[in-house]
Structure formats: C-alpha cells, structure tokens
C-alpha cells in the first residue's frame, strides 16, 4: 500500500461515518462507493460526493502509480465536501 493510499483513507471513512451518522447512508462494508452515490437522496450532496468517491476510486483502484499531485486533487475536493456534512 503506497502512502498516497493510506493518507487518503482515514478522511474517506471519516465522511462515510458522517453520512450514515446523519442517515444519509446506510453503512455497510459489503457495498460500494457507487451503492452510497444512490442512497445520497440530495443532489448536490450526491455529486459532491461521487467527485470524492471517484477520486479515492483512483486512489485506491487505479492500476498505476498515485503520486502527490492525485492526493492533493482529493484532499482539495474533501476540504469543500467536509463543510456539508458538518453543519
């Protein structure tokens, strides 16, 4: 696991903690980023998060190298979606 991996997992869990606290999502580890993206009733907060999930997809899924630059496309995309769930 490459660090650009681990760095991006902790604020990814964190905001599937937050939607299922809120009842937004109904966490369970057997579904998929796309399986939360339908549950996600609101528009907005859909796409916000789909943008963030796809991003951790690459991360996570993509079968080449993640570098700084890829981590930093997420952490910007996390740092706007962090508000919407917090308030």
Do not use: C
Not at 49 to 54: E, I, K, R, V
Request: aromatic fraction near 18%.
């Amino acid at each position: 696991i490459s660090f650009w991996m681990k760095v991006s997992t902790n604020p990814f869990l964190w905001v599937l903690k937050k939607l299922s606290d809120q009842k937004l999502i109904s966490w369970n580890p057997e579904k998929t980023n796309a399986d939360y993206t339908n549950e996600i009733k609101d528009k907005n907060l859909k796409d916000r998060f789909s943008d963030l999930a796809l991003i951790f997809d690459y991360i996570w899924y993509g079968d080449f190298g993640v570098d700084h630059n890829s981590y930093l496309k997420f952490k910007e995309q996390f740092q706007a979606f962090k508000p919407i769930i917090t308030t």
